[in-house]
């Protein structure tokens, strides 16, 4: 049976734009300094800390191998978490935040194609509205979904599941989403919905061999971006446009 494009799911961090290495980490790192907290993540550290996803739980997890005592830990990082997403907010309104090349152009091509947009992210509210409306004002998003949503981060499924639920699509069949690192793969699977992956400098040595496709970029025309996997042997140019997402969509189940 031949399934159609319904739906796509993006994600955001690292996905629609490049926002850890300029963005989160350096609101992280003002807050620690405004708290008169000696902590500071080199970039080559928030690569590490990106596994665990979700802004608060990641300070959370820092403090405690830091010898932060658990009285007060919580309470710590939601502080510190509260003025990190301020700081954010005022980092999106000055520009230090970039679309990926190419995230547009396929936004507008599915729109035009009439598929229906969504957001799955585990960031937080505040900053994810003020994003979208910032750098995609065209962009008439059906769904967004954000870690404010949802009681469990990625990993867990519970973003996309809540995501395709509130798309009104009665199962994961026409969905496709696409994610940058190996957790965001690991929740659009254990969702049912297949899965194509953007990498970027931090996820590029992700384990993501159960990615329905890998490329380094989005792609534009005479400006391909690498295939890095193509299981189900979709024969991509490198340019992720709707017809490719329409025949990723028929892969075999798993
Ligand atoms: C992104 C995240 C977020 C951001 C920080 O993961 O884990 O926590 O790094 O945002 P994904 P908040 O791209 O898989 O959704 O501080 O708002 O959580
Ligand atoms: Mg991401």
Not at 116 to 138: K, Y
Not at 226 to 253: E, F, M, N, W
Request: hydrophobic content about 40%; glycine content about 10%.
């Amino acid at each position: 049976m031949t399934e159609e494009l319904r739906a796509v799911i993006f994600d955001v961090d690292g996905t629609l734009v490049d926002s850890e290495r300029h963005g989160h980490r350096v609101a992280f790192n003002r807050a620690f300094e405004e708290f008169d907290l000696p902590y500071r993540w080199d970039e080559e550290l928030y690569g590490e800390l990106l596994h665990t996803t979700g802004g608060q739980r990641r300070i959370e997890g820092y403090l405690a191998g830091e010898g932060v005592p658990e009285d007060g830990r919580t309470e710590l990082a939601k502080a510190l978490h509260t003025r990190k997403t301020e700081i954010l907010e005022e980092l999106v309104d000055d520009g230090a935040i970039d679309l990926r090349p190419g995230a547009q152009r396929l936004l507008e091509e599915l729109a035009d194609a009439g598929v229906a947009l969504a957001v799955g992210t585990t960031g937080s509210r505040r900053w994810v509205d003020r994003l979208l409306r910032r750098m995609l004002p065209e962009v008439r998003w059906d769904v967004v979904v954000t870690g404010d949503d949802v009681t469990a981060r990625k990993p867990d499924p519970e973003v996309f599941t809540l995501a395709m639920e509130k798309l009104g699509l009665d199962g994961p069949a026409g969905a496709v989403v696409l994610e940058d690192s190996a957790e965001g793969v690991a929740a659009a699977h254990a969702a049912g919905a297949c899965c194509a992956v953007v990498v970027n400098g931090y996820t590029a040595d992700h384990e993501l061999a159960d990615a329905d496709l890998v490329l380094d970029g989005f792609g534009a025309p005479g400006e391909p971006a690498a295939v890095l996997a193509d299981p189900h042997d979709t024969g991509s140019d490198g340019i992720l446009t709707v017809d490719l997402l329409r025949t990723l969509l028929q892969r075999p189940k798993r």
